[in-house]
């Protein structure tokens, strides 16, 4: 069957189109985007503004027409941390369900990083033995282990790119010091949840696997040859720590000059480079797998993981 999954992030609105069954892998057939960038449209209140609203009603209802015609026979539509987190996040749900002409599921945020988990673990297998991951969007970071395809540990914390850059980085290019207060509260927020991962088995594989990190990767880290011939991507700690003074100090317009880097990355990728980076250094890793699965195939395997026992 033809199954299509919604995701209603903080920085995009993306379809992903999949040819799927019980037992098999799915096949990716579109994967459509609107850049929405929603915590550009957060009020001081902490509620998205009607402009915002109205671009993410627009967005959600041009994704269902495409899910309609490509064949979709169910789409899941679910929502993450910039409309859960919202103060009117009820209203904008229910015009967002109203676009969509179904139900919305808006995910928690280990939920989230539970289903991205699933995601790597299939992507790796089983003998990636204990995997650490990190997830980074616009609202928030999520970080799961284990050795299973639940994870022992999963935790998401407010630390988004998006985010991060309206709190912290208000200046284009945003300096030393800004980045230097990002460092410290990011520091500070995620120190105190990072127990448990720690009282775990030293992982042999630590992966990242949003856009963003790909983006990073692509910037600064370098391919491997992996198994079956498919490539590797890797980001170093090191290097990725070499490039933030020099990403704040590019303006924004000039940072999608830069390999890896695409428009819609631009504005957040400094506050996403600063939250991974200390995350990795709290946690001792030298270097992130970048996966080319996520939140969207976990929700995709998920589904069809009930099918078969359905």
């Known amino acids: 069957m033809r199954l299509g999954v919604l995701d209603i992030g903080s920085n995009t609105v993306h379809l992903l189109v999949a040819d799927a069954h019980p037992g098999g892998r799915p096949l990716a057939s579109t994967s459509t985007r609107t850049v929405l960038r929603l915590m550009r449209f957060l009020t001081p209140d902490g509620s998205i503004s009607e402009e915002g ?39 904008v749900i229910a015009r967002i369900e109203a676009a969509l002409g179904q139900e919305l599921q808006v995910l928690g945020g280990e939920v989230e990083a539970r289903y991205t988990f699933l995601a790597v673990r299939r992507w790796f297998g ?60 990011a520091e500070q927020t995620l120190d105190p949840v990072l127990a448990p ?25 370098y391919p491997v040859p992996g198994w079956s011939g498919i490539e590797r991507m890797l980001l170093p700690r090191a290097a990725l720590g070499s490039w933030i003074p020099r990403l704040a100090r590019i303006p924004a317009s000039a940072r999608q000059e830069l390999p890896g880097i695409t428009a819609d990355r631009t504005f957040q990728i400094v506050a996403s480079a600063v939250v991974v980076h200390t995350a990795m250094r709290l946690m001792d890793v030298d270097e992130l797998e970048v996966s080319p699965w996520a939140l969207r195939e976990g929700v995709l395997l998920r589904y069809i993981e009930s099918m078969a026992w359905s």
């Open 126 to 185: 089983w003998s990636a033995g204990q995997v650490l991951l990190f997830d980074i969007g616009g609202g928030s970071l999520e970080i799961a282990a284990g050795a299973d395809e639940l994870p022992e540990a999963a935790a998401s914390v407010p630390l988004g790119g998006g985010r991060m850059t309206v709190e912290f980085l208000h200046d284009d290019p945003p300096g030393e010091d800004a980045v230097e207060r990002l460092r410290a509260h």
């Open 197 to 221: 991962f720690r009282a775990l088995a030293r992982p042999g594989h630590v992966v990242g696997s949003s856009k963003a990190i790909r983006s990073l990767a692509k910037l600064a880290g």
């Open 53 to 91: 609203v109205a671009a993410l009603e627009q967005a959600v209802a041009d994704a269902a027409r495409v899910a309609r015609e490509q064949g979709v026979d169910e789409l899941l539509a679910t929502a993450t941390s910039a409309v859960r987190e919202a103060t009117n996040g009820d209203g």
